[in-house]
């Protein structure tokens, strides 16, 4: 049974950091298509970063030079690194892990409980 449990959220300044975790088990996050996604109350959920089995990313404008996608293979997590926090970025953060090894058209099979960001001016 897959099962991803994100950490790291909280309330922080602009301007801040945090480093969200995604512990996977049941699976293996090296081996396929992982993203992060986010939803802000009221509005539909956004795809902000993702990462192939080769290690290749892409990130939605909104967030690109301002998070980093990345994982640790002997940890089995996945990681997202937001800095220069905004108010816009509050929203509750979820994980997802696909059965494929690449991103591009991915349906994504699996979603963590999600961790909550949010961001005061």
């Known amino acids: 049974q897959v099962q991803l449990v994100e950490s790291g959220g909280g309330s922080v300044q602009s301007g801040g950091s945090l480093r969200l975790s995604c512990a996977a088990s049941?699976?293996?996050?090296?081996?396929?298509?992982m993203g992060w996604f986010r939803q802000a109350p009221g509005k539909e959920r956004e795809g902000v970063a993702s990462?192939?089995?080769?290690?290749?990313?892409t990130y939605a404008p909104s967030v690109k030079d301002r998070f980093t996608i990345s994982r640790e293979n002997a940890k089995n997590t996945l990681y997202l690194q937001i800095n220069s926090l905004k108010p816009e970025d509050t929203a509750m953060y979820y994980c997802?892990?696909?059965?494929?090894?690449?991103?591009?058209?991915?349906?994504?099979?699996?979603w963590g409980q999600g961790t909550q960001v949010t961001v005061s001016s």
């Open positions: 990462i192939d089995r080769l290690t290749r990313t």
């Open positions: 997802a892990a696909a059965r494929a090894p690449y991103c591009a058209g991915v349906e994504y099979n699996y």
């Open positions: 049941g699976y293996t996050v090296s081996s396929y298509c």
